[in-house]
């Protein structure tokens, strides 16, 4: 059984609702700021991206937001 962190037992307590980008478990202040920048600022907006990606987390890990392999983690946990 793996388990979560104490962020992402937080996040999926409640609806996502309005929660910012920075609210996923594995996106640290910095990559926040930077998925911001590219308007990506809320985790509904992260949630959008993955699902067009189709749910495939080789692509998601792919994709162009300059993520190090240790902060994808919490994307696809949602």
Not at 17 to 26: C, I, N, R, W
Not at 40 to 54: E, N, P, R, S, T
Request: hydrophobic share 35%; charged share 30%; aromatic share 8%.
């Amino acid at each position: 059984m793996s388990s979560t962190s104490q962020r992402h037992r937080d996040f999926v307590a409640e609806p996502m609702g309005e929660k910012p980008v920075g609210s996923l478990a594995g996106i640290g202040d910095v990559l926040g700021r930077k998925l911001e920048e590219k308007g990506f600022d809320k985790a509904y907006v992260v949630l959008g991206q993955f699902l067009v990606l189709l749910k495939d987390e080789e692509l998601l890990e792919k994709w162009e937001w300059g993520w190090e392999r240790r902060h994808q983690g919490g994307v696809s946990d949602l």
